[in-house]
């Protein structure tokens, strides 16, 4: 009888311990089924992200009203990560970038869901890529108070070293760029507040929830050219050669533009000068302000021809020398840039070109003034008061000195291949931008904010006099 028991309480020991196996190892599956579609459906979430994450690159760095200022031309290397932090730096306002690619993701996600056998599949806070993204990305930058060394790598670029030498294909072949996005950096807190993917299981209410991006750092590859672009770009700067736009020789400190100036410009006198136009050239008869029907030819027309005229600059006019000044900057700047198009063997965009300098395709020249072409030069010109009561016999009035502060050249740079495109359908230019430091306007002699009184403290000291003019 006892053995009789012992073996029923054994057979129902194997029989219960069975079923428990049995229901860990369904529960094993369901589980695990539950896992790989979440990983299944991940996957996916992530491809979409990279695809936003690389068309909203293309849309920004190529929209028409982004232009990239650019400084340090020197360094490849700073080069690099300036204008990572120039261009995408939440820190220094430029959180343009991360704002759209949120808004965009968060649209794409919008619709992300769907439905297979007895799996329910869905995005959960979606609205959480606004502050993300603006702390991915800012986590992401180079620290520019580190050895360059030790700063994130941003931006990986390609079979490009910022060199333009006599074999171009060879130092610049490719440009495009992977931009690892550092994930890993991400707190805890910032990791519970990014979206997620909600998997659930209609047949047995198992859900499970997964944040959409993983917690290792990304790596996307983008196809666009912005490096080679950058490189034209530094080729024209050419700040170590000799006749680049930023060379400290033609736009530095104590360089060309920083001696040319029109206006009463001579310290201490009232005297009209030209850093540009030869003293002789201006005449006896120039005086600024001068209007009488006995100084009917107070200016001066001289060359370069400006798209079919001659410069002038006349003293009458108040705004005359900053105007003249502007031109003819704005010309000799253009003919060099012009010239190191030709001298660094630069594509020009639809000359047998797929990629390069959009200038005019019909005569490859640096037109200044035409909206098409891709060079756009900017100088500030400003002035400042240098003499007063110029004027003589019951005449009063301000002399001023016109010079140049800050030399801006713009470069553009159009992409036809659409092999280095996201968007094949937009329309793609990368609009680059070299600026010089700022330079004294003033020549050497004068002290700024103070005025040379011409009644008090002398005559005009040139060949000609304003004293005895009707």
């Keep these: 009888m006892i053995l009789i028991v012992l073996t029923a309480v054994l057979v129902n020991t194997m029989i219960q311990t069975e079923n428990n196996t049995q229901n860990i190892i369904a529960d094993i599956q369901e589980q695990s089924r539950l896992e790989s579609v979440a990983e299944l459906t991940r996957a996916d979430a992530i491809q979409i992200f990279n695809f936003g994450i690389r068309k909203q690159m293309h849309e920004y760095l190529s929209d028409p009203n982004n232009v990239f200022t650019v400084t340090n031309w020197d360094n490849w290397d700073l080069l690099v990560n300036d204008f990572a932090n120039g261009t995408f730096g939440t820190t220094t306002g430029r959180t343009a970038f991360a704002d759209t690619a949120a808004n965009f993701l968060i649209a794409l996600y919008q619709g992300f869901g769907f439905s297979f056998s007895t799996y329910s599949i869905k995005a959960e806070n979606i609205e959480g890529f606004r502050n993300s993204m603006r702390t991915i990305v800012q986590n992401s930058l180079p620290d520019p108070t580190l050895p360059i060394d030790q700063q994130n790598k941003f931006f990986e670029v390609i079979e490009c070293t910022g060199k333009l030498g006599e074999d171009k294909d060879t130092e610049c072949p490719t440009g495009t760029f992977y931009v690892n996005l550092k994930l890993s950096s991400l707190t805890p807190t910032d990791r519970e507040n990014l979206p997620k993917i909600v998997v659930e299981d209609k047949s047995t209410g198992r859900i499970l929830k997964d944040p959409i991006l993983p917690d290792n750092d990304v790596r996307i590859y983008v196809p666009l050219r912005i490096f080679k672009a950058l490189t034209y770009a530094r080729a024209i700067a050419d700040p ?10 033609f736009s530095g400190t104590g360089g060309e533009l920083d001696t040319w100036a029109l206006g009463a410009c001579i310290p201490n006198t009232c005297d009209k000068y030209s850093a540009i136009v030869s003293q002789q050239n201006l005449g006896n008869n120039a005086c600024i302000g001068e209007s009488s029907a006995g ?11 400006v798209r079919g005229n001659p410069i002038q600059f006349q003293f009458s006019a108040e705004n005359s020398a900053n105007n003249a000044l502007h031109e003819y900057t704005e010309f000799q700047t253009c003919q060099k840039v012009q010239a190191q198009i030709q001298t660094k063997n630069i594509p020009i965009e639809g000359v047998g070109n797929d990629f390069g300098i959009a200038l005019d395709a019909s005569t490859g020249e640096c037109t200044v003034g035409v909206s098409k072409v891709g060079i756009k030069i900017t100088p500030e010109v400003s002035n400042t008061p240098t ?4 004027y003589g016999n019951n005449r009063t009035g301000s002399a001023q000195c016109a010079g140049i502060n800050i030399l801006r050249v713009q470069v553009g740079i159009k992409e036809e291949n659409d092999l280095y495109k996201v968007n094949k359908l ?13 330079l004294d306007i003033l020549p050497q002699g004068f002290t700024p904010n103070t005025h040379w009184n011409c009644q008090t403290n002398g005559a005009p000291s040139g060949p000609f006099t304003c004293e005895n003019r009707p």
């Design 426 to 438: 937009l329309d793609t230019e990368y609009k680059i931008e070299m600026r010089s430091n700022p």
């Design 240 to 249: 170590q050669g000799n006749s680049g736009v930023m060379n400290e020789n």
């Design 295 to 305: 100084a009917p030819n107070a200016g001066v027309t001289f060359g370069p021809s």
């Design 387 to 390: 003499a007063e009561n110029y």
